[in-house]
C-alpha cells in the first residue's frame, strides 16, 4: 500500500518569497528616494542584496547620521519610510493574493 501526500505547501512558500521579494524592491526604492543627494555618493553606495532574507546596505560612512535626519532635506532618515512601505507593499500584495 502507497499513501500519497499532495504537495499544497510549495506553491504558497514560492508565492510568499515573490512577494516578499517585489515588497524588499519597493522598500529599496523608497531608501534611495529618500536619501539625500548632494554628490550622489550616498545613493551611489547603497544597494539591495537579494536572497531568502533581502537587506538593503548604505555602505558609506555617515549613512547612520543621514538615518537619523541629519540632513535637512531628510529629516526623517531612510529607514523609516522603507519600512513603512515594506508594510504597505506586503500588505497590499497579500490582500490582492487573498482576493482574486
Known amino acids: 500500500m502507497k499513501l500519497k501526500f499532495k504537495d499544497n505547501i510549495t506553491a ?3 508565492a ?9 524592491q519597493a522598500a529599496y ?3 534611495v528616494a529618500s536619501t539625500p543627494k548632494l554628490t550622489g555618493n550616498a545613493r551611489r553606495h547603497t544597494s539591495l542584496k537579494k536572497g531568502i532574507a533581502p ?3 548604505a555602505d558609506y560612512p555617515y549613512a547612520s547620521a543621514l538615518d537619523e535626519g541629519s540632513s535637512p532635506k ?3 532618515g531612510m529607514s523609516e519610510p522603507a519600512i513603512k512601505e515594506f508594510d504597505a507593499s506586503i500588505s ?3 490582500r490582492k493574493r487573498n482576493t482574486g
Not at 16 to 24: K, M, R, S, V
Request: charged fraction near 20%.
Open 74 to 76: 531628510s529629516p526623517q
Open 92 to 94: 497590499k500584495q497579500v
Open 29 to 31: 526604492a523608497v531608501f
Open 16 to 24: 510568499l518569497t515573490e512577494i516578499h521579494a517585489e515588497a524588499a
Open 55 to 57: 537587506a538593503i546596505e
Open 12 to 14: 504558497e512558500l514560492l
